[in-house]
């Protein structure tokens, strides 16, 4: 049988070899994070996980979003990133819903609110996003915060990507922050860790490059 004969299967084929890789390119990276969702849910303890892993992919996935604007570059990357964007909110609310479950009986921390460290609040008072205090930044009681805060970064840097995105040097160092923003993933877990000088409830997702298929698939050349 000659190659011509053969084209009726190798077309076919190859578009799903195509359509396989670009499927594992987009939910890949968030794969690892299945398990350590369903091991939060399940012991309702989110205290091996930091959430800050959730801030740095967020932010890092939410800036590469932005250079596609300025340098198209592949759409199943494109989808990875509002992929990966999707499930850091999902694991920002399950383990605001856990911690918030748990500390009933303490103190709660806004978006804007102050700490009392004299009396509990149970309903935390209407406050301005100037009263914002840094202090707990990252560390608020409820989803709408987080929700909040990454609405505020999105609109501000989409903003100013607007104004901006006839600069090439301006595309191209956004495109390099989001690198390297996404190369430090492992920083806020290994601080963590550290500082309880223990890994217990974490699992090795995401959290380094050998675990993580999105630094693999950054590094190997999607600003081209």
Known sequence: MDAQGLDWLLVPLHQLVSWGAAG???????????????????????????????????????????????????????WQSIVMTATMLLMLKLCTD??????LSIRRRCFAAADNKDEEIKVPPRRLYLDLDPHYFWHWSTFADYLQCVLAFTGVAGYITYLSID??????????????????????QLYRNHRHQSTEGMRCVGTCRHCHPCWHQVHSGWLK
């Not at 992919?57 to 570059?73: E, H, P």
């Not at 600069?167 to 806020?188: D, K, R, Y």
């Open 167 to 188: 600069s090439a040097l301006f595309v191209e160092t956004l495109g390099f922050l989001a690198v390297l923003t996404e190369a430090m993933l492992g920083v806020p």
């Open 98 to 103: 856990v911690r918030a479950a748990n500390e």
């Open 24 to 78: 594992a390119m987009v939910f890949g990276g968030v794969v690892p994070y299945i398990p350590q969702y369903r091991d939060i849910r399940r012991t309702q303890n989110a205290e091996g996980f930091s959430t800050y892993v959730c801030l740095v992919l967020l932010v890092a996935n939410i800036l590469r979003i932005l250079f596609w604007f300025g340098r198209r570059f592949e759409s199943p990357l494109l």
